[in-house]
């Protein structure tokens, strides 16, 4: 893996959250400087990865990407996303080198940032104007993923994290309660961008995140954040909301 010079500082401003990846094709060769540069008519950097044919990583920028706009899909849109964009040409076999490379790093960032592999799209999945990344079949690269993945030995019990153990330890939060932990689990949500401005508009932001109470306001806006995230909508805060609110998984 190679890290290209400016690459923590490089974007369109800070990527809101990660919620997906997006597969490309960069429809050139030997063109590294396009993704960090840009192209006329559109400013780079393209994606925060572009990936070499023969399977070097380079990592180009850390900040929002211009990838993936329109989106048809709300995980994957350009603040929420991380884009990948594998030099080839749009018609040229893809070198087995490359692709398992490809498949490695989406494994990769799946276990880092915590995501399903069901989230790694190709570009022409999540726009339907799309051709890249070609000849690629999306769901038998998924399965493959998954395979790595699985290939893994998982964390044993010792090995917890500090942000890990942290959420072992938070308590179950239910409907009613009033307490420190509640305000905690509304700093988290605003903090992962699931808490729309309406809804603290009349008290303010800083007013609403002092409140202590698990109200039917914050009930519907745990199961609206639950659903999003695959998760049981009951409405309660336990391990696995925990988890997803301060992205420990
Ligand atoms: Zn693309």
């Not at 974007?11 to 429809?27: I, K, N, R, S, Y």
Request: net charge neutral; aromatic share 8%; proline share 6%.
């Amino acid at each position: 893996m190679t890290e290209v010079a400016g690459w923590k500082t490089r974007g369109h401003g800070p990527l809101q959250e990660v919620d997906g990846v997006v597969c490309h094709h960069t429809a050139g060769w030997n063109d590294m400087h396009v993704v960090r540069d840009g192209r006329p008519g559109l400013d780079g950097p393209l994606s925060q990865i572009w990936l070499r044919r023969d399977g070097r990583i380079f990592i180009v920028a850390a900040g929002r990407c211009w990838h993936n706009a329109p989106s048809l899909s709300l995980g994957h849109t350009n603040s929420r996303s991380i884009g990948i964009e594998a030099e080839n040409d749009g018609r040229t076999p893809w070198p087995k080198v490359q692709l398992d490379a490809y498949k490695r790093l989406c494994a990769e960032l799946c276990r880092e940032f915590g995501l399903p592999v069901s989230t790694v799209k190709g570009h022409k999945e999540v726009n339907a104007s799309k051709p890249d990344p070609h000849s690629i079949n999306m769901n038998n690269f998924r399965r493959d993923v998954a395979a790595l993945l699985r290939g893994e030995p998982a964390a044993p019990a010792d090995d917890l994290s500090w942000t890990e153990k942290l959420v072992k330890d938070l308590p179950l939060l239910r409907p009613g309660d009033d307490n420190w932990d509640v305000k905690t689990a509304r700093g988290l949500l605003n903090a992962r961008g699931y808490l729309p401005e309406a809804v603290y508009a009349a008290a303010g932001l800083k007013e609403w995140l002092d409140r202590t109470g698990y109200d039917d306001e914050f009930v519907k806006l745990i199961k609206g954040f639950q659903k999003l995230k695959k998760l049981d909508s009951d409405g309660l805060v336990g391990p696995l909301t925990w988890a997803a609110l301060a992205r420990v998984s």
